[in-house]
Nanobody, 124 residues
């Protein structure tokens, strides 16, 4: 299992931007995938964006496509989520996740390592 440390959450007005970071302790570049998930109380944790580390293949939830960008810095072992044009409905606890697998999956069951979560609040 990975040790993941997230940062970068906060409060922002609608239309604003935030960047989340997730530092990973180690990973197998050939088999790894990482992702960002979000959850609000009473709802299941849902996939936002995922990336296959080996070649940078990405996958996005329809609700964030065109607004969010996931990326991975190999030199820093750090995953990022750039969030632009934020909406009130983006408000949630955001979690970084990692695991072995061939695809950039948005299903939480495909990941076995999780960060502690960082809160993102979008309100006017």
């Amino acid at each position: 299992a990975q040790y993941l440390v997230e940062s970068g959450g906060g409060s922002v007005q609608p239309g604003g931007s935030l960047r989340l970071s997730c530092a990973a302790s180690t990973y197998n570049q050939n088999t790894y995938r990482m992702g960002w998930f979000r959850q609000v109380p009473g709802n299941e944790r849902g996939g936002v964006a995922a990336i296959r580390i080996r070649d940078g293949t990405t996958n996005y939830a329809a609700s964030v496509k065109g607004r969010f960008t996931i990326s991975f810095d190999h030199a820093k072992n750090t995953l990022y989520l750039e969030m632009n044009n934020l909406k009130v409905e983006d408000t949630a606890m955001y979690y970084c996740a990692a695991g072995d697998g061939r695809f950039a999956s948005l299903w939480h069951g495909d990941y076995d390592s999780w960060g502690q979560g960082t809160q993102v609040t979008v309100s006017s």
